[in-house]
């Protein structure tokens, strides 16, 4: 069992700058594939990023590639979401994933573990 704690949510302007983390605790972080996901009002959730367990295979949603780096510290059991010129599309609750199966997915119902998210708002 993987318990995630999503933080850093926040309010910012248009063009601006936000980093949420994510730490996880109770299971083997490392073993885990991991995933930001985020859902607006109203929307399904979607697909944002996601990094493999060493790091090294990074993965992005075209809506935020070039704007949004994912990136995790094994040391600390921690995933990031650097977010750079945000635009009020952006505005959403933002969910960190993990995935223990072997195979990379961009699917919500393939990731194991969630956290309870965090809310990121955008104005402009």
């Known amino acids: 069992q993987v318990h995630l704690v999503e933080s850093g949510g926040g309010l910012v302007q248009a063009g601006g700058s936000l980093t949420v983390s994510c730490v996880a605790s109770?299971?083997?972080?490392?073993?885990?594939?991991m995933g930001w996901f985020r859902q607006a009002p109203g929307k399904e959730r979607e697909f944002v990023a996601r990094?493999?367990?060493?790091?090294?295979?990074?993965q992005y949603a075209d809506s935020v590639k070039g704007r949004f780096t994912i990136s995790r510290d094994n040391f600390r059991n921690t995933v990031y979401l650097q977010m750079n010129n945000l635009k009020a599309e952006d505005t959403a609750v933002y969910y960190c994933?993990?995935?223990?199966?072997?195979?990379?997915?961009?699917?919500?119902?393939?990731?194991?573990?969630w956290g309870q998210g965090t809310q990121v708002t955008v104005s402009s």
């Open positions: 994933a993990a995935d223990s199966s072997p195979f990379s997915s961009i699917l919500p119902e393939a990731y194991d573990y």
């Open positions: 990094i493999s367990r060493s790091g090294g295979t990074l």
């Open positions: 109770g299971g083997s972080f490392r073993s885990h594939d």
